[in-house]
């Protein structure tokens, strides 16, 4: 029976609401006679406070490390808490009977340092996860030549050691896994699997929490995420309000979501007299029953993001929408094009999404058409039941 270790700084809280890959995969590892701890941080990123320690009926063992925690997420404070909490996983490490593999997300940097260097020494199998790019996702946010560079020089060595340190590198795109296995001399192939989602459960949820009082004159068009500097709400308000000036204006922009910008958008779409709704942050189950009822996805991710397939695209694709995209990530665009279930944008032009998105909303076989495709995009890619079983397999096979 293997001991397997997974320690994953960000993942769902333990009440049966997130649809966290880590979690999952601890649960599923339960059915292959494996011992499975998952170790996390006891403070919830998400809601930023502090997570409700219950007592709890899951298969597996859990493990939370402490951290100070901090408010917004680009700040020394986050650094820093996040500084404690390897401080503490390693503490936590010295304690333990050694594990026979170590499954670690990255980021953060610290905590996987942490595990990178415990594996190293102790001879233990290491798989790494590569869920986002640090520090390439922190320059958008600050992005000064060559100072930039300085200051995250020492960020960007130590995500190469973790890089460099994997027996196994798995990735939530091919541009992540190209990106660690170029200072990886270990691995022969890094394996791109999607976060996705489970499309079981996906449609059970949707058929408990269908919307009944969506009226019959209004398109809705569907926003799931963080409102942060990585996503250019501020450019599908623009585009609404080209298409308000042209008599359009039964189109529900649904923003289903919090983030550090939430205010400012709320502010801009107020000013521009646009037709919006801001839900907050939603349960998954409540808002897979929204995203469902909607007949339009947009996916406006800022220029130069390090984003390439994320948590939204599974969803989007899962409730069968075509999609508005305006991502620049060479990966995404492709499957877009491939699987014709939506339209590729110009990035930061309005004018653009705003022809792009009437397109759509005057053609109702083309919706309709791309929305199949885009399910079965879902089906191909993006269901849990099936491409995770490759991850299991890389874990249980040495």
């Not at 009977?97 to 020494?121: F, H, T």
């Not at 408990?208 to 068009?221: R, V």
């Not at 923003?255 to 349960?283: D, H, N, Q």
Request: with cysteine.
């Amino acid at each position: 029976m293997k001991n397997i270790l997974i320690i994953a700084h960000f993942c769902s809280d333990f009440d049966g609401k997130g649809n966290n890959r880590f979690n999952y995969l601890a649960n599923e590892l339960i059915n292959y006679q494996c011992n499975v701890e998952l170790v996390t941080t006891d403070f919830s990123h998400s809601k930023k406070k502090k997570r409700e320690i219950a007592e709890t009926n899951l298969p597996y063992k859990v493990t939370m490390i402490n951290e100070p925690g901090y408010k917004k997420n680009v700040s020394l404070k986050r650094f820093y808490s996040h500084y404690v909490m390897g401080k503490n996983l390693k503490k936590y490490l010295a304690k333990i009977k050694k594990p026979d593999i170590i499954y670690c997300g990255v980021p953060s940097l610290d905590a996987a340092k942490v595990a990178a260097k415990y594996a190293n020494e102790n001879n233990i199998r290491f798989i790494i996860d590569v869920q986002d790019l640090w520090p390439e996702a922190f320059k958008m946010v600050f992005n000064l030549p060559i100072i930039s560079n300085m200051i995250f020089f020492p960020m960007k060595k130590t995500a190469n050691y973790i890089y460099g340190s994997a027996d196994e590198i798995i990735a939530v795109s091919k541009v992540y896994v190209d990106r660690a296995a170029s200072v990886n001399r270990k691995c022969k192939n890094g394996f791109p699997i999607y976060i996705g989602t489970s499309l079981d459960t996906f449609d059970l949820l949707v058929n408990k929490n269908k919307i009944t009082y969506k009226p019959d004159d209004e398109m809705w068009l569907a926003y799931i995420g963080t409102l942060g500097h990585s996503y250019d709400i501020s450019c599908v308000i623009d585009a609404l309000s080209i298409l308000k000036s042209k008599g359009i204006s039964n189109i529900k922009f649904i923003i289903m979501g919090k983030g550090p910008l939430k205010s400012k958008f709320e502010k801009y779409a107020k000013e521009k007299g646009v037709y919006c709704e801001f839900t907050g942050r939603l349960s998954y189950d409540k808002m897979v029953g929204i995203l469902f009822s909607c007949d339009i996805a947009v996916n406006p991710i800022s220029h130069r993001s390090s984003g390439s397939i994320i948590n939204k695209h599974a969803d989007y694709a899962a409730a069968g929408l075509p999609v508005i995209n305006t991502q620049e990530c060479l990966e995404y665009r492709e499957l877009v094009e491939e699987y014709n279930m939506g339209l590729n944008c110009e990035n930061n032009n309005p004018k653009d999404l705003a022809d792009k998105l009437l397109k759509l909303y005057g053609d109702e076989r083309l919706r309709k058409t791309m929305g199949q495709n885009s399910r079965k995009l879902a089906e191909d890619k993006f269901n849990r039941k099936e491409s995770y079983r490759q991850i299991i397999d890389i874990i249980l096979n040495n």
